[in-house]
């Protein structure tokens, strides 16, 4: 089974930037899907970012494409999350997940999951 840990949450002013980081153990990390989803206090779960095995296909959320890029090193076994101009409305708990067979959005299709790191932006 596959385990991931997340990194590089925190506080940031608005219109700051952030880095996150999932790094991944266990089976071959580039037969994996990876994706990022985030839930703020309150809320569902919601899907943010996604990417292809090989890293040449990405899928962005309405709410932040043009402002996240998300990647991934297959030879580091990690993706990234790169979070620019940040909002009070992007402060939420953001996990890592990973999935075999295609792209979803969905996260109940999504088989491993990271313990989630926390990102805060203040106005």
């Known amino acids: 089974q596959a385990q991931l840990v997340e990194s590089g949450g925190g506080w940031v002013q608005a219109g700051g930037s952030l880095r996150l980081s999932c790094a991944v153990s266990?089976?071959?990390?580039?037969?994996?899907?990876m994706a990022w989803f985030r839930q703020a206090s309150g809320k569902d779960r919601e899907f943010v970012a996604a990417?292809?095995?090989?890293?040449?296909?990405?899928y962005y959320s309405r709410s932040v494409k043009g402002q996240f890029t998300i990647s991934r090193d297959n030879a580091k076994n990690t993706v990234y999350l790169q979070m620019n101009s940040l909002k009070p409305e992007d402060t939420a708990d953001y996990y890592c997940?990973?999935?075999?067979?295609?792209?979803?959005?969905?996260?109940?299709?999504?088989?491993?999951w990271g313990q989630g790191t926390q990102v805060t932006v203040s106005s």
């Open positions: 990417i292809n095995r090989s890293g040449g296909s990405t």
């Open positions: 997940a990973a999935k075999a067979g295609s792209v979803s959005d969905d996260y109940d299709r999504y088989d491993y």
């Open positions: 266990g089976p071959t990390f580039s037969n994996y899907f």
